[in-house]
């Protein structure tokens, strides 16, 4: 059975950092997608990154892709995403996600951790 287990989140000032980590197990066979999705109380969960097992990276907008990178070490079943000068509209739960198409078929996702930019 598939589980991804998250790590990384927690409360940080407006300008600073995070690095959230995700890792895959109970599959041998690499995703071709791994990314990062958020939401917050009362609105649809929303792409932040997503990176293919070539490295191949899509964010959400140019906001997130000039502050945040989202990266994946040689193709594994693991991601990261390093979130830098985070604002308080960043803060939401914060969601790893692995599949292997976008059109469908299985679509994994982790239990959630939760970032919160505040002062």
């Known amino acids: 059975q598939v589980q991804l287990v998250e790590s990384g989140g927690g409360l940080v000032q407006p300008g600073g950092s995070l690095r959230l980590s995700c890792a895959a197990s109970g599959t041998q066979q690499p995703f071709y997608y791994m990314g990062w999705y958020r939401q917050v109380p009362g609105k649809e969960r929303e792409l932040v990154a997503t990176t293919t097992r070539f490295g191949d990276t899509h964010y959400s907008d140019a906001n997130m892709q000039d502050r945040f990178t989202n990266s994946r070490y040689n193709g594994e079943n693991t991601v990261n995403l390093q979130m830098n000068d985070l604002k308080p509209e960043d803060t939401a739960v914060y969601y790893c996600?692995?599949?292997?198409?976008?059109?469908?078929?299985?679509?994994?996702w982790g239990q959630g951790t939760q970032v919160t930019v505040s002062t």
């Open positions: 996600n692995a599949r292997n198409s976008l059109a469908g078929g299985s679509n994994y």
